[in-house]
């Protein structure tokens, strides 16, 4: 196993609703919420936040390692695939090459340490 795949792994994920996405949003989310609290062995955070209006929400997560993200992916499916509202979603930390295979043409970008406390 190399180094980076015992690194945690952050990730965020933006969204903005079109008229009549907010609630399908929301009703997918449990569903969602509930799938990571009861399979996810390795996701140690894992948070929705709105904006006033609700029209707009960032989704904070984060893995215990690459192995950890790659369970969660496959617990999601095509449940996390059917979310509506996406703009963009970004990975912070230095995954495993399995994972960064995975990111090519996914649209997700790839974010690398550079400072921390």
């Known amino acids: 196993m190399n180094r980076s795949a015992?690194?945690?792994i952050q990730g965020i994920g933006r969204f903005k609703f079109r008229e009549g996405e907010l609630e399908e949003f929301k009703r997918l989310s449990a569903q969602l919420m509930e799938i990571v609290r009861s399979k996810d062995t390795g996701t140690l955070?894992?948070?929705i936040y709105f904006n006033d209006d609700q029209s707009e929400c960032i989704v904070l997560e984060r893995y215990r390692d690459?192995?950890?993200l790659v369970e969660h992916a496959g617990h999601l499916?095509?449940?996390g695939r059917a979310i509506p509202g996406l703009?963009?979603?970004e990975l912070l930390?230095?995954?495993s090459d399995d994972v960064r295979a995975k990111l090519v043409g996914s649209g997700v970008r790839l974010f690398t340490p550079f400072l921390s406390l």
Request: proline share 6%; glycine share 12%; aromatic share 6%.
């Open 87 to 89: 703009v963009s979603s």
């Open 6 to 8: 015992t690194r945690e």
């Open 66 to 68: 690459s192995e950890a």
């Open 77 to 79: 499916g095509d449940l």
């Open 45 to 47: 955070l894992y948070e």
């Open 93 to 95: 930390g230095e995954p």
